[in-house]
């Protein structure tokens, strides 16, 4: 009987679902979106990490500013070619927006989220349940923070801290919060609320938390340890007068010596030996005075 060709199933067996045109065309547009998401996201990034304050005064720009680009401001180009950022005009401009309008550096979290949901659109077409947590916790955790240092900020003792971090975000939250429970309180409760948030948002074990922090500890203590007893052996291996003791010198025997141990004789190891039928009864034989001699085998 002919086999069955593989393009054929079986009785029973399901076909395998075909993907249609109109499947592959919308998986080619969303894949399309998540690299000008990822491009976009390295753009955002490169803006971010190249901030200065110097590019301050070219950042603000107006809508009219912009039309100006196209025109042909002369000013406009005085700007572009005193602009310290490594994505130019825009950069600067994103930059001080993220930084001053948003929650400060902590801002830094937007563009790898977005590399995060251009990688997971690129290959499932969707962004997956963990990452859509992550994310969600990753921003709590950044508005939390900046609110955290806006509070720090409005004390006494921390009242030079620059306000790209802390954000217009951060200051705003801050302020309400002072108004209603004081400095100390809204520190406290933007703490707790933070250590709460990366719990429960990553995953993170409190327990798991606690034990490697004891083997860090416990790591740095002997990587301490041995460094300081490093440095005592080194330390004892010098004389008073700061020169290397030759301990090789001392410990290296003399040639006399070496060749009286040399010409010393040996002693002779003696052993009994019996032949096989009482080896193998398991019997013991003594030593005698006559067997100081050689040992012998007899056939």
Not at 143 to 158: C, D, E, K, P, R
Not at 242 to 258: A, C, I, R, V
């Amino acid at each position: 009987m002919p086999s069955r060709p593989d393009h054929i199933p079986n009785a029973g067996q399901q076909r395998p679902a075909r993907v249609t045109k109109d499947e592959k065309q919308r998986v080619r547009r969303i894949r399309i979106a998540a690299l000008i998401l990822a491009l976009g996201a390295i753009l955002v990034l490169i803006s971010l990490l190249s901030y200065t304050s110097r590019d301050e005064a070219n950042a603000q720009m107006t809508l009219r500013d912009v039309m100006g680009v196209i025109r042909g401001d002369e000013a406009l180009r005085v700007r572009f070619e005193t602009t310290n950022n490594w994505a130019g005009l825009l950069g600067a401009v994103i930059s001080h927006w993220m930084y001053t309008s948003t929650i400060g550096v902590w801002s830094l979290c937007f563009p790898v989220l977005m590399l995060l949901w251009s990688y997971d659109l690129f290959r499932f077409q969707r962004i997956t349940p963990l990452i859509t947590k992550r994310s969600i916790a990753t921003l709590g955790v950044g508005v939390l923070v900046a609110s955290f240092v806006g509070t720090l900020q409005l004390m006494s003792w921390f009242s030079g801290i620059d306000r790209i971090w802390v954000g217009a975000i951060g200051q705003f939250i801050s302020g309400v919060s002072v108004q209603f429970i004081g400095t100390i309180g809204s520190a406290l409760i933007f703490l707790v609320a933070t250590s709460f948030a990366v719990v429960y948002g990553f995953d993170v074990s409190p327990a798991t938390v606690a034990v490697r922090s004891l083997l860090l500890r416990s790591r740095l203590t002997e990587w301490v340890r041995r460094r300081n007893s490093a440095k005592t052996t080194d330390d004892d291996a010098t004389d008073g007068t700061g020169e290397q003791l030759d301990f090789e010198s001392e410990l290296e025997p003399e040639e006399d010596e070496l060749k009286t141990v040399a010409a010393t004789p040996l002693p002779r190891i003696t052993r009994p030996v019996t032949d096989a039928s009482t080896f193998l009864r398991g019997a013991v034989v003594r030593p005698t005075a006559a067997d100081d001699g050689p040992i012998e085998l007899s056939g």
